[in-house]
């Protein structure tokens, strides 16, 4: 296994909460469970969000995976992205430091 990371953007129709009906919070429910999954099998190791405006918001998903096309599979079955929300991109991933105070910041 390697490392990857998929970087998630919104589409720009979903800068605006205006924008965000039942179906896309339901999404966005689906994206949530979706990663949890993926923490809770050990495939997910670190997700996280900016805090910003949702025009410059994005999020990130560090995970295992075999090569860049289960990488990108895992990426495209985001309920996020394979219902058009969000838009991304996945990368090989270089882990170099993890310090001790990084656990601090465990939101779950």
Same mark, same amino acid.
């Given at each position: 296994?390697?490392?990857?990371?998929?970087?998630?953007?919104?589409?720009?129709?979903?800068?605006?909460?205006?924008?965000?009906?039942?179906?896309?919070?339901?999404?966005?429910?689906?994206?949530?469970?979706?990663?949890?999954?993926?923490?809770?099998?050990? *495939?997910?190791?670190?997700?996280? *969000?900016?805090?910003?405006?949702?025009?410059?918001?994005?999020?990130?998903?560090?995970?295992?995976?075999?090569?860049?096309?289960?990488?990108?599979?895992?990426?495209?079955?985001?309920?996020?992205?394979?219902?058009?929300?969000?838009?991304? *991109?996945?990368?090989?991933?270089?882990?170099?430091?993890?310090?001790?105070?990084?656990?601090?910041?465990?939101?779950?």
């Amino acid at each position: 296994m390697k490392l990857f990371v998929y970087h998630l953007a919104l589409k720009p129709q979903y800068h605006d909460f205006a924008a965000w009906d039942a179906g896309v919070q339901e999404t966005f429910n689906q994206h949530a469970e979706y990663l949890n999954r993926g923490i809770q099998h050990g *495939r997910v190791m670190m997700v996280g *969000r900016t805090d910003t405006e949702l025009r410059d918001n994005f999020g990130m998903v560090i995970f295992e995976a075999e090569n860049q096309a289960d990488a990108d599979e895992f990426m495209n079955s985001d309920p996020a992205v394979s219902k058009g929300v969000m838009v991304g *991109r996945a990368f090989p991933f270089k882990l170099l430091k993890v310090t001790e105070q990084a656990k601090k910041w465990n939101a779950w």
